[in-house]
Nanobody
């Protein structure tokens, strides 16, 4: 069973930065991609950024140029560097791992951008 542990959320002022981390453990195999999604109150969950096993990256339009996804050396950890944060980035951020025949979601971490 795969487990995801997320960290790094919190309260930040507009224009500030945060770094989210997600570590996967357990029966990890044949990962297709890892990444981040977010869900704001009253809105659908949306793609933030994902990174494929081969290294390609994909970003949601609203975060391009501000957020950067990366992986740890062990390939079972994924990071999200968030810069130039805006109030509309406020949401619960979820880590997701998609592998061969499975997907796992993290429990979510709150990011609040407010002055």
């Amino acid at each position: 069973q795969v487990q995801l542990v997320e960290s790094g959320g919190g309260l930040v002022q507009p224009g500030g930065s945060l770094r989210l981390s997600c570590a996967a453990s357990g029966s990890i195999f044949n990962i297709n991609y890892m990444g981040w999604y977010r869900q704001a109150p009253g809105k659908q969950r949306e793609l933030v950024a994902i990174i494929y096993s081969g290294g390609d990256e994909n970003y949601g339009d609203s975060v391009k140029g501000r957020f950067t996804i990366s992986r740890g050396n062990a390939k079972n950890t994924v990071y999200l560097q968030m810069n130039s944060l805006k109030p509309e980035d406020t949401a619960v951020y979820y880590c997701r791992v998609v592998g061969l025949g499975y997907q796992v979601w993290g429990q979510g971490t709150q990011v609040t951008v407010s002055s």
